[in-house]
């Protein structure tokens, strides 16, 4: 299958910086990208979706002044965490799909830890 | 909420034996998802199974689609201890903005 990357995949940070998340689609290019939050032992909660060269679309609670998202290219798209705090820490993953009803195809995940 | 839900949440049993996971949704879909997720890893795509479809094999897996119940399950054929993983249903409804919406996973642990 297509292989999506995300890098870094683990980041420790201290409260009130910013980190950026980034993803990759390698060989395919990727109209939308998603990004998900899981917490341990739980589900995937979809925070966002961004297309290509557009404005990203946030979920319901999801802050985007917190959850900074950039679709530059249709093969890279970026979560920027803002001013992190504790409760920020998560796993996060991105997915990223050709077109409508093509396959999803997930990264690897980000742990981040936010001291 | 659009999530689907699956049973069980957690399922053990012993290798060699089947395993069978449901997941329900509430709203029309365009295709369903299985997906497998090893402990803090990543998301393996198992199978799509689009709305016209109803059942679909992919090695020992096996994968049912009711669309008149809004549910589906995904079936493991003579699971082996490396199953041991939390699998997912996810669903693209056919309105809206073609988003997977999870469900809230099973944990499968196959016992040697």
């Known amino acids: 299958g297509a292989v999506v990357s995300q890098h870094p995949s683990r980041v420790i940070c201290k409260s009130g910086t910013s980190v950026k998340i980034e993803c990759r689609s390698l060989?395919?290019?990727?109209?939308?990208m998603f990004w998900y939050r899981q917490f341990p032992k739980k589900s995937l909660m979809l925070m966002a979706t961004?297309?290509?060269?557009?404005?990203?679309?946030?979920e319901q609670g999801v802050e985007k002044d917190k959850f900074l998202i950039n679709h530059a290219s249709l093969t890279l798209s970026t979560l920027t965490v803002t001013s992190a705090h504790p409760e920020d820490s998560s796993f996060y993953i991105c997915?990223?799909?050709?077109?409508?009803?093509?396959?999803?195809?997930f990264g690897p995940g980000t742990r981040l830890t936010v001291l | 909420s659009q999530q689907g839900e699956e049973d069980p949440q957690a399922l053990s049993i012993q290798e060699g034996e089947n395993a069978t996971m449901n997941c329900s949704y509430k709203?029309?879909?365009?295709?369903l998802q299985w997906y497998r997720q090893n402990s803090g890893r990543g998301l393996v795509h198992l199978i799509l199974?689009?709305?016209?479809?109803r059942e679909k094999h992919s090695g020992r897996l096996r994968v049912t689609l009711d669309t008149s119940k809004k549910s589906s399950s995904l079936l493991i054929t003579a699971s082996r201890a490396a199953d041991t993983a939390s699998y997912f249903c996810?669903?693209?409804?056919?309105?809206?903005?073609?988003?997977?919406?999870f469900g809230q996973g099973t944990r499968l642990t196959i016992n040697p």
């Open positions: 961004s297309n290509e060269g557009s404005k990203a679309t946030y």
């Open positions: 997915s990223a799909r050709e077109g409508l009803d093509y396959e999803q195809f």
């Open positions: 709203t029309s879909i365009n295709n």
């Open positions: 060989d395919f290019q990727a109209t939308t």
């Open positions: 199974i689009r709305s016209n479809e």
């Open positions: 996810a669903t693209v409804f056919r309105r809206g903005a073609q988003k997977l919406v």
